[in-house]
């Protein structure tokens, strides 16, 4: 990590999105699996790649994941990743998600320098 430039963040918010977002990697993969969360440094900012081993996201879900209250999970509220996307994009970045069923999701958080 000590390679990354430094960012302009507001410490709680983006916590509350990467905390968002590995949450639902670990729900998704229920009793086992690998999560995986990478950092790379890019030319104009900095990359934060977050990767689960579960199932992956029917190509008809992903259209619906960003939409507040839609939920998939019998206790879930839908407003994790709605929540996460509007954070990072508040900070100037990017959220993009990356699924096929069978093979898991990987989820790509590009912020700004």
């Not at 993969?29 to 440094?41: A, F, N, R, Y």
């Not at 507040?68 to 709605?82: D, Q, R, S």
């Amino acid at each position: 990590i000590s390679n990354l430039p430094p960012i302009n963040i507001d410490p709680e918010r983006l916590t509350q999105a990467f905390i968002n977002i590995m949450k639902n990697g670990m729900q998704a993969m229920g009793q086992g699996g690998t999560l995986c969360i990478e950092t790379k440094s890019l030319k104009e900012g900095v990359e934060v790649i977050i990767s689960d081993s579960g199932p992956g996201i029917p190509p008809e879900q992903m259209e619906k994941i960003f939409n507040y209250y839609y939920t998939t999970k019998e206790k879930g509220v839908g407003l994790g990743l709605p929540i996460a996307h509007r954070i990072i994009e508040a900070h100037g970045g990017q959220l993009k998600i990356e699924s096929r069923v069978g093979s898991g999701t990987k989820v790509i958080v590009t912020l700004p320098v």
